[in-house]
């Protein structure tokens, strides 16, 4: 009997990896511009030629068996290899050009982010990009308005009609400019800051993206005036930087200012919440051929880099630690 890589058909594969990205195999079909049955099909001939179960599913749930999420790695590691070899002889194809619209909340920090739009470019020059700033809410309702191509923002839970996966998970801290009265202190109880005047972002409600730092305050009676608010990160940090009252920011975004003692870390010292920051799309849009080359190879790297790694490591990251592959697969 031939060996399985001298008779498998690699486009099996490319299928299967959008399947699981999609999280269904008709949205796959939209993406691939293929009939249902076509891409049913191609699963099917998948798992006769591997003989494994690799998706279960009805008409209520979606599961990627252990097998699955193996060949998931396997396979979205072996395209990377192929972009790879191709970027290293020259072979990207300049041929594939076109625009691409990208809707993002303000103030993303995350290497990750830059390591994929760095080695995009080096493979596809020919592509072009916007990219709008706007609130979390505003990045849904466009998407949703299929304004752009993919988003990233914050999200309670995935509006019907998209579809979304955690880009990466920022720790939010409270923190004091080095004015404030608190600076410099150690060990610090949390009934410290119960009066205390505070920053706010204007999604921190129980109902907006930031519910969790509202939820917070309400179980710590942190009942100080809000003396400041702002829907940009930036600004926020700006306020708390000034002295004006403590604040809650990424810690990842604001450790060089800890660093160089602009900003006091305050209790609790384990951090106050994780904050998911989430790429989004419409589970439906058909994609142009530039749109899919970038996101198809925005989440081929995706599984490349562990969740945890993202703010602070790019896609050389993977390539220097193989090892790390194995943590690798987020439930796609």
């Known amino acids: 009997m031939r060996p399985i890589h001298d008779t498998l058909d690699w486009n099996l594969l490319r299928t299967f990896i959008v399947i699981v990205q999609e999280e269904s195999v008709s949205r796959a079909a939209v993406r691939l511009y293929l009939s249902q049955p076509a891409v049913s099909l191609s699963l099917k001939r998948l798992e006769e030629r591997l003989g494994q179960r690799l ?34 002889v020259g072979e990207a194809d300049p041929e594939v050009a076109g625009h691409v619209s990208l809707l993002f909340i303000t103030g993303i920090q995350c290497r990750f982010l830059d390591s994929v739009f760095e080695r995009f470019h080096r493979l596809f020059p020919q592509i072009t990009f916007e990219i709008e700033d706007m609130s979390s809410q505003e990045v849904q309702h466009a998407l949703l308005q299929r304004q752009g191509a993919l988003g990233i923002c914050l999200a309670l839970q995935c509006p019907e009609n998209l579809t979304s996966q955690v880009l990466a998970r920022q720790r939010y801290r409270l923190y004091c400019g080095r004015s404030h009265v608190l600076y410099g202190r150690h060990n610090l109880p949390m009934d410290s800051l119960m009066h205390e005047a505070y920053v706010s972002f204007g999604s921190e409600q129980l109902d907006g993206v930031l519910s969790p730092l509202a939820v917070f305050r309400a179980q710590h009676g942190l009942q100080g005036p809000v003396v400041g608010q702002s829907s940009s990160l930036q600004e926020i940090q700006r306020m708390v930087l000034a002295g004006w009252g403590i604040g809650c920011l990424p810690e990842h975004l604001v450790a060089r200012d800890v660093e160089e003692g602009r900003l006091w870390p305050l209790p609790p010292y384990d951090g106050v919440a994780d904050i998911d920051l989430n790429l989004m799309w419409h589970r439906d849009a058909r994609f142009s051929a530039a749109e899919s080359a970038f996101i198809d190879f925005f989440l081929n790297a995706m599984a490349k880099v562990p969740l945890e790694a993202r703010l602070t490591a790019g896609l050389e990251a993977a390539e220097e630690t193989p090892e790390a592959e194995s943590s690798a697969y987020d439930g796609a």
């Open 55 to 88: 998706i279960e599913r009805d008409s209520h749930r979606f599961h990627v068996t252990q097998a699955g999420q193996l060949v998931y790695r396997e396979a979205v590691d072996i395209y990377a290899n192929v972009a790879r070899l191709a970027a290293s």
